[in-house]
């Protein structure tokens, strides 16, 4: 059940993004708890005493609220939920930093911070400045405010983000089992151990059940999703049992007592993997045989003469989805017109657009350094 790392342990990492659950800060599901919590400050403690930067993506502002407005109805209404969250993220915060002697400093995120593209800089830029000053970040969600458009949905994805944002070196996500198996382990008892994963594919998937925790939002799914944005990212992800002191005890030494998922090579660039993994498309324009071809094979930009329809509505500057005339999903990219300039100006040249439109801000309807393939997550 331990591998050991081939190139690092915690100690050399330089930077490292910690993901706590709700199952960890309110096992109960009725308040904070430092039953596991004292383990994880301690290994954070550690980290930042050898140079470490420590970013900690915290779960639990719900469930930490809950004991103070009972509610017995499921599921909660978002009004009930955000009114949780509002009095649990302060005592989550209260808890962190009483355990740690570092300032620690609350950012509240939703989706809309990071898929938008000067937010998600301003994020980034907070973050650093933050480490470079020995404060410990701790970012959740900010679930007081969010709406079900707005949200990342669980903590898991949202420390992958987070873990980009700030170019770490590892992501460690703490859980209540020890990592993935080949099944759910609480329900067969022939579930195998997999203590390390060199390729998220389709059967890693297949091995994922769903959330078995009353409190939570994720599961392995979301821990896997979490894995693959992180590793493709070339950062290294662990699945490690957070209930267990002895998991962390390990990392300190070298070893994982989890799973290891292996950073990939020839991982995307910052800009495309935020366009690929935060940004946000509903909209899809719909391209001829030529732009596919171009866009595809050869690195092309997208112009407006290759788009063939447009559905949806957008503004200059957001992100769309690209497909083939088939319906399929090729490349989400930002658009330089909004979709009713584009839809007057669909299938026309260039040298057109100003005739059509009387002006002409781009050529091109996406630049090539703006969209994303959809064969490179």
């Not at 324009?285 to 290759?306: N, P």
């Amino acid at each position: 059940m331990t591998e050991v790392f081939n190139k690092m342990n915690a100690l050399r990492w330089k930077r490292i993004v910690i993901k706590v659950g709700s199952a960890l800060i309110a096992p109960e599901g009725k308040g904070c708890s430092t039953r596991y919590l004292l383990a994880i400050a301690r290994f954070i403690s550690e980290c930042k005493l050898q140079g470490v930067d420590v970013v900690l993506v915290s779960s639990g502002s719900v469930a930490a609220g809950r004991a103070a407005i009972p509610f017995s109805h499921q599921p909660l209404p978002i009004n009930v939920k955000q009114a949780m969250a509002a009095i649990g993220q302060s005592q989550m915060m209260m808890i962190w930093s009483k355990l740690l002697d570092w300032p620690c400093a609350q950012i509240l995120l939703t989706h809309d911070d990071l898929r938008d593209r000067k937010r998600y800089l301003n994020i980034d830029n907070t973050l650093r400045t933050l480490l470079s000053h020995g404060a410990l970040p701790v970012v959740n969600e900010n679930d007081t405010v969010a709406t079900a458009e707005l949200k990342v949905g669980d903590n898991d994805n949202l420390a992958a983000m987070v873990a980009t944002v700030v170019d770490a070196d590892a992501l460690i996500i703490c859980s209540d089992i020890d990592g993935l198996y080949s099944a759910n382990p609480k329900t067969n008892p022939d579930a195998r151990f997999i203590a390390r994963v060199d390729a998220i594919t389709a059967d890693i998937y297949a091995m994922a059940g769903g959330s078995h925790h009353s409190v939570g939002t994720g599961g392995m799914v979301t821990k896997l999703q979490a894995a693959a944005k992180a590793t493709a990212q070339g950062i290294e992800t662990l699945i490690i049992n957070g209930q267990k002191a002895g998991s962390f005890d390990a990392l300190l030494q070298g070893k994982a007592e989890g799973t290891l998922f292996c950073a990939q090579p020839g991982h995307l660039s910052a800009k495309k993997h935020w366009l690929l993994h935060s940004s946000k498309a509903s909209a899809e324009v719909t391209l001829d045989a030529g732009a596919v071809d171009a866009l595809l094979h050869k690195g092309a930009s997208l112009l407006a003469k290759g788009v063939t329809a447009v559905q949806g509505d957008f503004d200059k500057g957001d992100a769309i989805w690209l497909v083939s005339s088939a319906g399929t999903r090729l490349a989400k990219g930002v658009c330089q017109y909004s979709a009713p300039e584009l839809n007057k100006i669909k299938g026309i040249h260039s040298s057109q657009i100003e005739a059509v439109l009387g002006y002409c801000p781009s050529e091109v309807a996406v630049h090539r350094d703006d969209l994303v393939l959809m064969e490179q997550q």
